[in-house]
């Protein structure tokens, strides 16, 4: 966490840029909703094309490759596009062309396979050259036209020499023993080396402000920590260099410069704020989120970027009480207009996903329902008198069910008395008869009920559940406290809770 660049910093430096990972469409499909987002934000990319004023004119020339055509993509967030392509000419050379700017930011060719050759930038110029040789890349990359990919070049070649006498230090370390004389030489040049490194990237953030390179630079320069403060009883103060860290995360980067979320870096850095420093329970984690779009400002592209990723990370999460964060999403931003980008059908549809999860999130009263047993009786959610309710919706012809049942039986005839627990079995099936038969085969006694002879709405837009089996778990006010859980993790959880509570 030092402002010199490490050992280990170079390193990560050094594959943040040569790194690539295509993009994986499965994973951005993982709801009826998202599916149809991710066309409509991938038509919006290329919708914002279209008003540019300038062209551009971008030609590779590089020895040692076999490929007829190439691909020019760039990064957004943690995903590639391709942008455009174009097939060798007889002169051996590629040239893209194209009559709308390209937006700013980092780019990339790639061969028919796919794979990444290398990384170049869209900034001070959208005309120029590059020619290089495909075996001896990044020392042969030469460049023409754009002054700013030169110095991106020159700081790539510089970190692979850099990396390489790094290597070659630690590899003669290992035939010393730590702490002797010729060791400790050894971590001083390593030192140096850092030094030299950090020096090199601030002499260009210094002598180019303004820059994607600098802007680039900038943001992957780690907080610098002073020492901790003292506490009262003289010791250093163990929590203040992460709690320091985490305020000053952001110091070096601009949220509001969208050409960053055109980079293999930003999204790193987010998931890094987000799963590393921040608590990970709904209520630390819609803080954090906050304080992004406070940082990102009135940038629409960064504002569209963060939207777009934790809309796909929350609106699917399986994690228990992350829903919460999905609907705090839409009830504070989606009547911003800079959500105008969406398509209304896919704005409207993650809005009702929304109001059906509302209800129903961990720490609101149960929604209640009354619905009739066996004997044709109403019987009421809210009026069972018990420390734990457990709802359980269940279907006759489901195969996870028949296997959920006896263990939940097991556990309830077990525990029901020790720890005051309920179920109220709601049978997800129309019929009487099917519902007897499968209560008479397993013996559930516990208080069995038809989910659709009942006396309130409809229980699948209630609890928004539309297979089995699902479980609800409540406390002696029918507040929410677990769901979607089975039974050996809500055992688990029900012990977690009581040790925490104190009781027996």
Same mark, same amino acid.
């Given at each position: ?41 991938? @038509? ?48 051996? #050379? ?11 930011? !980092? ?31 990044? *020392? ?18 510089? @970190? ?5 006498? #790094? ?17 400790? !030489?050894?971590?001083? #040049? /390593? ?43 003289? #010791? ?55 304080? /992004? ?13 963060? !939207? ?59 929604? *209640? ?115 979607? /859980?089975?039974?050996?993790? !809500? ?14």
């Amino acid at each position: 966490m030092k402002s010199v660049a490490s050992a280990k910093s170079i390193s990560s430096i050094s594959l943040k840029i040569l790194s690539l990972q295509f993009i994986d469409v499965n994973a951005m499909k993982k709801s009826k909703y998202l599916k149809t987002l991710c066309i409509i934000l991938f @038509l919006n990319a290329l919708q914002t094309f279209t008003f540019a004023q300038t062209d551009y004119k971008i030609s590779f020339s590089v020895d040692g490759l076999s490929d007829s055509l190439i691909l020019l993509a760039n990064y957004s967030g943690d995903k590639q596009f391709v942008v455009d392509t174009a097939f060798q000419d007889k002169n051996n #050379r590629f040239t893209f062309t194209g009559k709308t700017e390209l937006l700013p930011g !980092m780019y990339f060719i790639a061969g028919e396979n796919k794979a990444k050759i290398f990384d170049f930038l869209i900034s001070d110029s959208q005309h120029f050259s590059i020619s290089g040789n495909k075996n001896k890349l990044p *020392e042969s990359l030469k460049i023409k036209g754009s002054n700013e990919n030169k110095i991106f070049f020159d700081y790539i070649l510089f @970190l692979n020499q850099k990396q390489t006498e #790094r290597n070659q230090l630690l590899e003669f370390n290992k035939k010393f023993e730590s702490g002797s004389d010729s060791s400790i !030489m050894v971590d001083n #040049r /390593l030192n140096l080396l850092n030094e030299e490194v950090q020096r090199y990237i601030n002499g260009i953030i210094n002598s180019y402000p303004g820059s994607l390179i600098s802007a680039f630079l900038k943001a992957m320069q780690e907080p610098t920590i002073p020492e901790a403060p003292l506490l009262e009883n003289g #010791r250093p103060d163990s929590t203040f260099a992460f709690r320091y860290y985490k305020a000053h995360f952001w110091d070096g980067i601009d949220l509001q410069d969208d050409r960053l979320v055109r980079t293999p870096f930003l999204h790193g850095k987010v998931e890094q704020y987000l799963s590393k420093l921040t608590v990970p329970a709904p209520d630390s984690l819609i803080s954090s989120i906050d304080h /992004l779009f406070e940082l990102a400002g009135d940038n629409t592209e960064t504002f569209k970027y963060l !939207m777009w990723y934790l809309t796909i990370k929350y609106e699917s999460s399986e994690i228990m009480g992350y829903d919460a964060i999905f609907v705090h999403l839409v009830d504070k931003y989606y009547d911003d207009p800079k959500m105008e980008w969406m398509n209304q059908t896919v704005k409207s549809n993650l809005i009702k996903k929304a109001d059906g999860l509302r209800n129903i999130l961990i720490g609101r009263i149960a929604p *209640e329902m009354i619905l009739f047993d066996t004997l044709q009786q109403p019987v009421s959610l809210h009026q069972i008198k018990a420390d734990y309710t457990l709802i359980y919706f269940w279907d006759p012809d489901c195969s996870h069910c028949k296997q959920e049942t006896p263990l939940l039986r097991e556990f309830y005839l077990k525990n029901k008395d020790i720890i005051n627990l309920e179920v109220y079995a709601v049978c997800m099936d129309t019929s009487w008869v099917e519902m007897k038969n499968y209560i008479r085969k397993y013996q559930t006694s516990w208080l069995n009920v038809n989910g659709f002879y009942s006396m309130t709405p409809d229980f699948r837009q209630l609890y928004d559940v539309s297979s089995s089996p699902v479980m609800f778990l409540l406390d002696s006010n029918k507040k929410i406290i677990a769901k979607r /859980l089975l039974t050996k993790q !809500m055992e688990t959880f029900i012990s977690d809770h009581r040790r925490k509570k104190n009781l027996p």
